[in-house]
């Protein structure tokens, strides 16, 4: 092996990384400028992340959204983008400097995308122990189609705290210490506390039980280990326990209060019984699946029609695979191939003998309605990791192979893609070339050229990249004439009596009522019950057009939804009514009323909201089926509408605070580490 002196700079990883993160981004530009709108999942995520990061900015935690389908508990939408994430702190950072949204949301996917790849190339670094192997396998996730995914979906909001668990995990039983203990406790909690928690659940089950399989051995060796660390560390496991607790108590809550009934996800169910809320129906299962994922994606059609969510990895890699086909197998190699046979099994769709057995015997398969994600959050990152391995055995035993035996190994190997390529009229040009890229640069292997040896990380990345940009350039070409339109960014920071811009719908007239109209109803994904049902009884149209205003007035409740529009709309402040303050958790009234009135605030009532009147606690009524009435006496009254209880505000914020503080300890602990073992 060279010393490290005499390996030329434009070689070495800690350079030509950066160099691939620059190389991605200009191959998405389209999507990061916002000359090209972002699709699908994305756009909602977006806008939740606006949201959340809009009302932190203002102060508040944000418990409730009042824009999302008549007013919702946000809690659903704060656990799928998990709020506690310190990297937010790149948004709210950006936003409080006045950066426009759309593209500080930008800068965050990126930063958070390289991150995480940053990370796989450390994680591969630690297990194959050969920087051209680690650096393969971090290109070859790179440049797969999972980083694409940032502006149709959310999955690396999954995938890139699973990778550096697993880092962090390796790390520690490698050199146990505090600094990775640490990261395993918070990568822990940013995973419980994002989206789904049960699928970190399978994927580190599943990792144990292969484990176990192929490294039983080593067990006694990392229990004695884990032991000792406790022992030494009585105190400092304690607190990372504790806070690994703390972060499990808002699903918890969530699952809990979800059980009432009181929200809808009429997407989940295909009748009104089911046994909880969050629960999938078979019948309502994604009917797309792994198999989909895999048969639709075949790798030899026509690239320059690729669209997101369809399976693509660099050229190359299917090289690698082929070339490496008869490598010697070592327990790594068994490790990772059971690992992501064990996945795909457990994702394959309804009908399934093994998911069937599952959903009917296991409760927890019950809440997953997209099995297939598993592809993209650990799938995509294990074959990046075999392609690294396949990589680094073919360099060891090509040492040990008789000359002829792997020069016809690597020969017929690309003759074979080569034909394949032939047979397929619309096979990319680039791709033959990452083809003859591919063969040269195994040719100049085994003829031991020293120039193909000292530039071997360089050579890596120009004939892995070659073809994913061109293919990248086609993805973001194929969604130019997309039209997206983001709700969130048009909402204002001042309050308006009005839920619409004039002119956009109708307005409600005296003669317009709910009672006789029989409206098909809405498609929800995420509401509260009471407004599910109201959306089945009357027609959307006479719905906007009541929910135009946000207050009205009655001389007396309304006793069916008939009389919703005979209620006096409140059109903007007056000396009778004023809404002083209107924020996602608290809104102040401020009225002196001639007579008695019942007001209606067109939000959907939730068993959280509280009110107080003139400082003494008032009961809210739901009126015209599922939005907030009370009664307002003749004379002035201040009014209070709070949602959640300070308890569980303040607890939102502290874990918030213990999420960035945990982030902050584990920089200041790597910091001495290195400084201490140079």
Same mark, same amino acid.
């Given at each position: 092996?060279?010393?490290?002196?005499?390996?030329?700079?434009?070689?070495?990883?800690?350079?030509?990384?950066?160099?691939?993160?620059?190389?991605?981004?200009?191959?998405?530009?389209?999507?990061?400028?916002?000359?090209?709108?972002? &699709?699908?999942?994305?756009?909602?995520?977006?806008?939740?992340?606006?949201?959340?990061?809009?009302?932190?900015?203002?102060?508040?935690?944000?418990?409730?959204?009042?824009?999302?389908?008549?007013?919702?508990?946000?809690?659903?939408?704060?656990?799928?983008?998990?709020?506690?994430?310190?990297?937010?702190?790149?948004?709210?950072? %950006?936003?409080? %400097?006045?950066?426009?949204?759309?593209?500080?949301?930008?800068?965050?996917?990126?930063?958070?995308?390289?991150?995480?790849?940053?990370?796989?190339?450390?994680?591969?670094?630690?297990?194959?122990?050969?920087?051209?192997?680690?650096?393969?396998?971090?290109?070859?996730?790179?440049?797969?189609?999972?980083?694409?995914?940032? /502006?149709?979906?959310?999955?690396?909001?999954? &995938?890139?705290? &699973?990778?550096?668990?697993?880092?962090?995990?390796?790390?520690?039983?490698?050199?146990? $210490?505090?600094?990775?203990?640490?990261?395993?406790?918070?990568?822990?909690?940013?995973?419980?506390?994002?989206?789904?928690?049960?699928?970190?659940?399978?994927?580190?089950?599943?990792?144990?039980?292969?484990?176990?399989?192929?490294?039983?051995?080593?067990?006694?060796?990392?229990?004695?280990?884990?032991?000792?660390?406790?022992?030494?560390?009585?105190?400092?496991?304690?607190?990372?326990?504790?806070?690994?607790?703390?972060?499990?108590?808002?699903?918890?809550?969530?699952?809990?209060?979800?059980?009432?009934?009181?929200?809808?996800?009429?997407?989940?169910?295909?009748? &009104?019984?089911?046994?909880?809320?969050?629960?999938?129906?078979?019948?309502?299962?994604?009917?797309?699946?792994?198999?989909?994922?895999?048969?639709?994606?075949?790798?030899?059609?026509?690239?320059?029609?690729?669209?997101?969510?369809?399976?693509?990895?660099?050229?190359?890699?299917?090289?690698?695979? $082929?070339?490496?086909? /008869?490598?010697?197998?070592?327990?790594?190699?068994?490790?990772?191939?059971?690992?992501?046979?064990?996945? %795909?099994?457990?994702?394959?769709?309804?009908?399934?003998?093994?998911?069937?057995?599952?959903?009917?015997?296991?409760?927890?398969?019950?809440?997953?309605?997209?099995?297939?994600?598993?592809?993209?959050?650990?799938?995509?990152?294990?074959?990046?990791?075999?392609? $690294?391995?396949?990589?680094?055995?073919?360099?060891?035993?090509?040492?040990?192979?008789?000359?002829?035996?792997?020069?016809?190994?690597?020969?017929?190997?690309?003759?074979?893609?080569?034909?394949?390529?032939?047979?397929?009229?619309?096979?990319?040009?680039?791709?033959?070339?990452?083809?003859?890229?591919?063969?040269?640069?195994?040719?100049?292997?085994?003829?031991?050229?020293?120039?193909?040896?000292?530039?071997?990380?360089?050579?890596?990345?120009?004939?892995?990249?070659?073809?994913?940009?061109?293919?990248?350039?086609?993805?973001?070409?194929?969604?130019?004439?997309?039209?997206?339109?983001?709700?969130?960014?048009?909402?204002?920071?001042?309050?308006?009596?009005?839920?619409?811009?004039?002119?956009?719908?109708?307005?409600?007239?005296?003669?317009?009522?709910?009672?006789?109209?029989?409206?098909?109803?809405?498609?929800?994904?995420?509401?509260?019950?009471?407004?599910?049902?109201?959306?089945?009884?009357?027609?959307?149209?006479?719905?906007?057009?009541?929910?135009?205003?946000?207050?009205?007035?009655?001389?007396?409740?309304?006793?069916?939804?008939?009389?919703?529009?005979?209620?006096?709309?409140?059109?903007?402040?007056?000396?009778?009514?004023?809404?002083?303050?209107?924020?996602?958790?608290?809104?102040?009234?401020?009225?002196?009323?001639?007579?008695?009135?019942?007001?209606?605030?067109?939000?959907?009532?939730?068993?959280?909201?509280?009110?107080? =009147?003139?400082?003494?606690?008032?009961?809210?009524?739901?009126?015209?089926?599922?939005?907030?009435?009370?009664?307002?006496?003749?004379?002035?009254?201040? =009014?209070?509408?709070?949602?959640?209880?300070?308890?569980?505000?303040?607890?939102?914020?502290?874990?918030?605070? %213990?999420?960035?503080?945990?982030?902050?300890?584990?920089?200041?602990?790597?910091?001495?580490?290195?400084?201490?073992?140079?």
């Amino acid at each position: 092996m060279q010393p490290l002196i005499t390996v030329p700079l434009f070689n070495k990883p800690v350079f030509l990384i950066p160099v691939a993160f620059f190389i991605w981004t200009v191959s998405f530009w389209g999507f990061l400028s916002g000359k090209v709108p972002l &699709t699908s999942d994305a756009i909602s995520y977006y806008e939740h992340t606006k949201f959340f990061i809009d009302q932190i900015c203002s102060g508040q935690f944000p418990l409730w959204d009042p824009n999302w389908s008549g007013g919702v508990p946000n809690d659903f939408f704060l656990r799928r983008i998990g709020s506690y994430n310190p990297f937010y702190f790149i948004l709210i950072s %950006l936003n409080l %400097l006045g950066v426009k949204f759309f593209y500080a949301y930008m800068i965050f996917q990126c930063c958070y995308f390289f991150f995480g790849m940053t990370g796989f190339y450390l994680l591969s670094q630690k297990i194959l122990k050969s920087n051209s192997a680690a650096f393969l396998s971090f290109l070859t996730l790179t440049f797969s189609v999972l980083g694409s995914r940032i /502006f149709d979906s959310y999955m690396l909001l999954v &995938t890139i705290p &699973t990778i550096w668990f697993f880092y962090f995990l390796v790390s520690f039983f490698k050199q146990p $210490g505090k600094g990775y203990a640490l990261g395993v406790s918070l990568t822990t909690m940013v995973l419980l506390t994002t989206y789904i928690p049960l699928f970190f659940l399978v994927i580190f089950l599943s990792f144990i039980v292969v484990y176990s399989c192929i490294f039983g051995k080593s067990l006694s060796s990392i229990v004695g280990r884990l032991y000792s660390f406790i022992n030494e560390n009585k105190l400092f496991v304690a607190l990372c326990v504790a806070a690994m607790i703390l972060a499990v108590i808002p699903g918890l809550t969530f699952f809990s209060d979800s059980g009432r009934g009181d929200i809808a996800i009429p997407g989940r169910h295909y009748n &009104t019984e089911v046994k909880h809320v969050l629960a999938v129906e078979p019948q309502q299962l994604s009917p797309w699946s792994i198999m989909e994922e895999l048969f639709f994606s075949s790798y030899f059609t026509d690239l320059s029609r690729i669209l997101f969510a369809v399976v693509y990895v660099p050229f190359f890699a299917l090289m690698v695979v $082929g070339v490496g086909f /008869f490598i010697r197998i070592n327990r790594l190699f068994l490790f990772l191939c059971l690992w992501i046979l064990l996945l %795909l099994l457990f994702s394959m769709p309804i009908g399934f003998p093994l998911y069937n057995f599952l959903y009917t015997h296991s409760g927890f398969v019950q809440y997953f309605r997209n099995l297939h994600f598993l592809l993209w959050f650990i799938v995509f990152p294990l074959f990046a990791l075999f392609i $690294g391995l396949v990589w680094k055995q073919f360099a060891l035993q090509r040492r040990i192979w008789s000359s002829w035996t792997i020069w016809v190994l690597v020969i017929s190997v690309h003759s074979i893609g080569f034909f394949l390529l032939l047979q397929q009229q619309d096979a990319l040009g680039v791709t033959f070339l990452t083809l003859i890229l591919s063969a040269s640069l195994y040719i100049s292997l085994l003829s031991k050229k020293q120039w193909a040896q000292r530039w071997i990380n360089l050579l890596l990345l120009i004939v892995v990249i070659i073809q994913p940009v061109v293919v990248f350039t086609y993805l973001v070409q194929n969604y130019q004439n997309e039209k997206t339109f983001y709700a969130y960014d048009i909402l204002k920071g001042n309050f308006s009596y009005t839920t619409l811009l004039a002119g956009e719908v109708r307005l409600p007239s005296e003669e317009n009522n709910f009672g006789d109209f029989l409206g098909q109803p809405n498609s929800f994904y995420y509401t509260t019950d009471n407004y599910r049902r109201l959306s089945k009884e009357v027609d959307p149209n006479r719905l906007n057009q009541y929910e135009h205003y946000k207050f009205y007035m009655y001389d007396h409740k309304p006793d069916n939804l008939s009389e919703a529009f005979l209620g006096k709309p409140v059109r903007g402040h007056s000396k009778e009514f004023q809404v002083k303050r209107y924020g996602s958790n608290r809104v102040e009234i401020q009225a002196d009323l001639p007579v008695a009135q019942f007001i209606v605030f067109n939000d959907a009532n939730h068993w959280e909201w509280a009110m107080k =009147v003139n400082g003494k606690n008032q009961e809210i009524i739901t009126a015209n089926a599922a939005f907030k009435g009370f009664w307002l006496s003749a004379g002035k009254s201040e =009014v209070i509408l709070q949602f959640g209880s300070i308890q569980k505000h303040l607890f939102n914020w502290f874990l918030m605070g %213990l999420f960035y503080g945990m982030f902050v300890w584990a920089i200041v602990l790597f910091y001495r580490r290195r400084h201490a073992h140079p």
